[in-house]
């Protein structure tokens, strides 16, 4: 493994014998898995100049036990390694993403590159340049850190919604809502037991710059409470809360 490192503003920090000192939080940890100490070494060094902590093993085998021990973000796994070992991507926790170096002066083929790709490994990294390194490992933390998406199903008591297939039943049965009526249900379904404002309903069901009177929610939950309600003059889904707002009763 051979990267050039261009120099870049910062404090350079010591090695000690398991790799690298702290230098920020936890978060930022990156494993560095390569028996090349002068490659890792520079790496390593210009990586926490970039604000990561590193750490570096010579084996997969010492790999995997600093993973359990550290729980980096992600991993930079020499090539060379790789095959002398007989390394696999389902030894590695699949919640990590893993960036494969190919040492540069090295025949790189495009064969090489989709076999690692195919095995499951987020990148396979062939260029000498640490500044292009650097943006891909930014890109794929941000695409790994991105908060899970809300679940498509949302149910509270006999109610459920799926937004995906844009439907809503009612203890099974299939009730059919107008695109506002299911946007206030869909609202109150991500905040069940949460009381909301009728002003902080309309501010997100039509938006803050649209004028509109609060009277015409209530006019919308009327209607919404005719269709899902077994008797909407006792509600038991959306209660009001005087003075304040609605709220979807959570059990």
Same mark, same amino acid.
């Given at each position: 493994?051979? !990267?050039?490192? /261009?120099? &870049?503003?910062?404090?350079?920090? +010591?090695?000690?014998?398991?790799? @690298?000192?702290?230098?920020?939080?936890? /978060?930022?940890?990156?494993?560095?898995?390569?028996? +090349?100490?002068?490659?890792?070494?520079?790496?390593?060094?210009?990586? /926490?100049?970039?604000?990561?902590?590193?750490?570096?093993?010579?084996?997969?085998?010492?790999?995997?036990?600093?993973?359990?021990?550290?729980?980096?973000?992600?991993?930079?796994?020499?090539?060379?390694?790789?095959?002398?070992?007989?390394?696999?991507?389902?030894?590695?926790?699949?919640?990590?993403? !893993?960036?494969? #170096?190919?040492? @540069?002066?090295?025949?790189?083929?495009?064969?090489?590159?989709?076999?690692?790709? $195919?095995?499951? @490994?987020?990148?396979?990294?062939?260029?000498?340049?640490?500044?292009?390194?650097?943006?891909?490992?930014?890109?794929?933390?941000?695409?790994?850190?991105?908060?899970?998406?809300?679940?498509?199903?949302?149910?509270?008591?006999?109610?459920?919604?799926?937004?995906?297939?844009?439907?809503?039943?009612?203890?099974?049965?299939?009730?059919?809502?107008?695109?506002? $009526?299911?946007?206030?249900?869909?609202?109150?379904?991500?905040?069940?037991?949460?009381?909301?404002?009728?002003?902080?309903?309309?501010?997100?069901?039509?938006? /803050?710059?649209?004028?509109?009177?609060?009277?015409?929610?209530?006019?919308?939950?009327?209607? #919404?409470?005719?269709?899902?309600?077994?008797?909407? &003059?006792?509600?038991?889904?959306?209660?009001? !809360?005087?003075?304040?707002?609605?709220?979807?009763?959570? &059990?």
């Amino acid at each position: 493994m051979s !990267i050039t490192v /261009e120099q &870049s503003r910062g404090a350079i920090v +010591d090695r000690d014998t398991g790799g @690298f000192r702290h230098m920020t939080d936890r /978060e930022n940890m990156l494993l560095l898995v390569s028996a +090349d100490h002068a490659a890792t070494g520079l790496l390593g060094k210009w990586l /926490e100049m970039n604000g990561y902590r590193t750490c570096v093993v010579t084996t997969i085998a010492s790999a995997l036990s600093e993973i359990r021990q550290r729980r980096p973000l992600l991993i930079l796994l020499d090539r060379q390694l790789l095959v002398t070992e007989g390394g696999r991507r389902d030894q590695f926790p699949s919640t990590v993403p !893993i960036i494969v #170096l190919q040492p @540069f002066d090295k025949s790189c083929g495009q064969d090489e590159c989709l076999t690692e790709l $195919e095995a499951g @490994f987020d990148l396979v990294f062939c260029s000498p340049h640490s500044r292009e390194l650097l943006a891909h490992i930014r890109a794929i933390l941000r695409r790994h850190q991105m908060p899970a998406a809300a679940p498509s199903v949302l149910r509270v008591q006999g109610l459920a919604m799926d937004t995906a297939r844009h439907e809503v039943t009612v203890g099974g049965t299939l009730v059919e809502l107008t695109p506002k $009526e299911f946007r206030i249900l869909h609202q109150f379904l991500l905040s069940p037991g949460v009381v909301l404002s009728r002003q902080e309903l309309l501010n997100r069901v039509w938006g /803050e710059d649209y004028a509109l009177e609060e009277h015409a929610l209530d006019v919308h939950i009327h209607s #919404l409470r005719q269709k899902i309600e077994s008797d909407p &003059s006792k509600p038991r889904f959306v209660v009001t !809360i005087r003075g304040i707002g609605y709220k979807l009763q959570a &059990s």
